[in-house]
């Protein structure tokens, strides 16, 4: 699925800063991009629709919000 980054490594970043994990169906990734554990997206779009088929993952926005380096003067 194209609006997918699949990284064990960011997964676990993401669960080390509390990041909220949500439910990415077909829907969820027409509104955003998401990082996922890897193999998470091996079925076809059309398969995933058919039978409902989603999984677990992090926005990738709100890992950039929260990663963003914060001017402190």
Not at 18 to 28: A, I, P
Request: hydrophobic residues 45%; proline residues 4%.
């Amino acid at each position: 699925m194209f609006n997918c980054i699949e990284s064990a490594a960011l997964m676990d970043l993401c669960k080390a800063l509390g990041l909220w994990q949500g439910w990415v169906d077909k829907d969820s990734v027409l509104r955003d991009v998401y990082i996922v554990s890897p193999g998470s997206v091996d079925y076809p779009e059309d398969v995933m629709v058919d039978k409902g088929i989603g999984f677990f993952g992090f926005k990738l926005s709100d890992y950039l919000l929260a990663t963003a380096p914060v001017d402190v003067k």
